[in-house]
């Protein structure tokens, strides 16, 4: 199939895309990666990027000399190309640097100034547990239900902000679903939030690397108070992400983490902690991330967010008209081809009759095509989707505790990025079609604790692709002075 975009993809603009891996028959094939959901290779000017900091590279924010310098303009630079990404007023909003989400919405549901008035916050779900647990550990949380094909039940949330209107302090909700690909009406909510006097978290993992996310201003009633991302699914896998919210909530308590470069003034008696954003970014920075970041950032603006939905649309609808010819496969949420533009391309989907673990382990092994099955850290939307009922559950819940996890629910998760193409999915439907007849070569050996299936005499001779005692050079005797 021709699609519209450039060269069929966007592959020219990524690093390590024509990587071969090995397979269990021996030969090696250009790895196929459907796991973008979780995470993606990074773009050539990512990688640019950072190996031309490298020279420059020096400690940030006290150092005097010339490379501290500017390695603290250029990790400064990096905070406002998130801010600007994001649409957030750099007067009155901060963005701090973390590991990932996961460390974002921990931050901020324990420097969330909550109240013992306002100590509630509404998820849903449908959330990554990312979304979900840190709320948990903090205050009182409600979800909100789900459609029977798993969207967010709107009518449940306007039940539940009613109900907990004094209540309710945050609306926690993600930006697009990491099992469906569900866009959620995130501005609807944050006007309905901020109607009862709520503010709104936009977990926006999934959604920034595929759509673009605009806070808008805060007076209109449907801004976004907070949002966060992780650059590893952005195409800057350097171990950073970020949250942006005003600077106001951010200026006042105590750093959740404290140490050095949190704080203005210490004495043995006082401390007196820094301005946002320093008082929330204990310890030095992932400067480099920062950096891999915001050339992420630049380059897909450069490419433009609506090329990058309009390539992942066409991808997604190709896919599931490829896969509605199956009728051994069924495909989860929403599989009409024709609503491709309104989610992400991420597609789960299961084939009758054989595990989702040992799918997956066939298209890894045999085709060399990386997706990922299970329950993709959301746990009770899996289940919901699936129709588990509480006793299934239950059972399964008994055997994994049991340390079997054999009869793990779960599905197949194909998720595609700007650079994938359609060649690829014909690929995937290529093998999906081998997998329905049997034709794999394999003899597969379920391991219980795991579910995983591991074919017998597979070695992965990891060290022949990668090794890191490898690359280490030993240094030049004639170089050292004695
Ligand atoms: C919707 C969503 N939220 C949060 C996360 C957590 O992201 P991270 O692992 O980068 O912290 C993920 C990761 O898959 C996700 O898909």
């Known amino acids: 199939m021709q699609l519209n975009s450039p060269q069929d993809g966007y592959g020219s603009l990524f690093t390590g895309i024509n990587t071969e891996i ?4 021996g030969r090696q094939r250009k790895y196929i990666n459907f796991d973008n959901a979780a995470s993606t290779p990074p773009f050539k000017a990512v990688k640019n990027a950072v190996v031309q900091f490298m020279d420059y590279y020096s400690s940030v924010h006290r150092g005097t000399g010339y490379k501290s310098q500017l390695s603290t303009h250029a990790y400064e630079v990096s905070r406002q190309a998130v ?20 460390e974002a919405i921990n931050k901020l549901a324990r420097r969330y100034p909550f109240t013992e008035q306002r100590n509630l916050v ?11 647990l840190p709320w948990r550990a903090a205050v009182d949380v409600v979800h909100v239900k789900l459609t029977e094909d798993g969207r967010l039940d709107i009518n449940n949330f306007d039940e539940l902000l009613q109900h907990y209107s004094d209540r309710v302090a945050l609306v926690a909700i993600t930006g697009a679903s990491n099992v469906t690909g569900f866009i959620n009406p995130y501005y609807e909510l944050a006007e309905k939030a901020h109607h009862v006097g709520a503010k709104i978290v936009v977990d926006c993992a999934q959604l920034a690397p595929h759509r673009k996310v605009d806070m808008l201003p805060a007076d209109d009633p449907a801004h976004l108070d907070f949002i966060t991302i992780s650059a590893h699914k952005l195409y800057a896998p350097f171990g950073i992400g970020a949250l942006v919210g005003p600077q106001e909530i951010f200026a ?11 704080v203005e003034i210490v004495t043995l008696d006082e401390v007196i902690w820094a301005s946002p954003p320093d008082r929330d970014e204990a310890g030095s920075p992932n400067t480099i991330g920062a950096i891999a970041l915001a050339a992420a950032i630049y380059q897909l603006e450069a490419v433009g967010i609506q090329a990058v939905a309009d390539h992942e649309a066409q991808l997604t609808s190709f896919a599931l008209e490829q896969l509605a010819m199956f009728p051994e496969i069924s495909v989860i949420g929403d599989f009409d081809p024709d609503r491709s533009a309104e989610r992400l391309g991420v597609i789960p989907f299961n084939l009758q009759g054989i595990s989702h673990f040992l799918v997956a382990a066939i298209l890894g092994h045999e085709f060399g095509i990386g997706v990922r099955s299970g329950c993709f850290c959301a746990h009770p939307y899996v289940l919901h989707l699936l129709k588990v009922d509480k006793e299934n559950e239950l059972e399964v819940r008994n055997q994994m505790m049991g340390g079997d996890r054999s009869n793990m629910p779960g599905m197949v998760r194909a998720s595609f990025g700007l ?14 079609r081998a997998i329905l007849l049997g034709n794999y070569q394999g003899n597969y050996v379920q391991e219980r604790a795991s579910g995983e299936f591991i074919p017998q005499g597979w070695n992965p001779e990891f060290d022949r692709f990668f090794s890191i005692p490898n690359l280490i050079e030993l240094p030049n005797q004639t170089n050292i002075k004695s």
């Open 419 to 432: 650079y994938n193409s359609s060649d690829e999915i014909e690929a995937l439907i290529e093998a999906l």
């Open 122 to 132: 509404i998820t849903s779900g449908m959330e990554h547990h990312s979304n979900d």
């Open 22 to 25: 090995p397979l269990l028959n």
């Open 83 to 102: 801010l600007r990404f994001v649409s957030a007023d750099p007067n009155t909003h901060t963005c701090i640097f973390g590991k990932n989400t996961t």
């Open 252 to 262: 006042s308590g105590d750093p959740d983490l404290t140490g050095g470069g949190t």
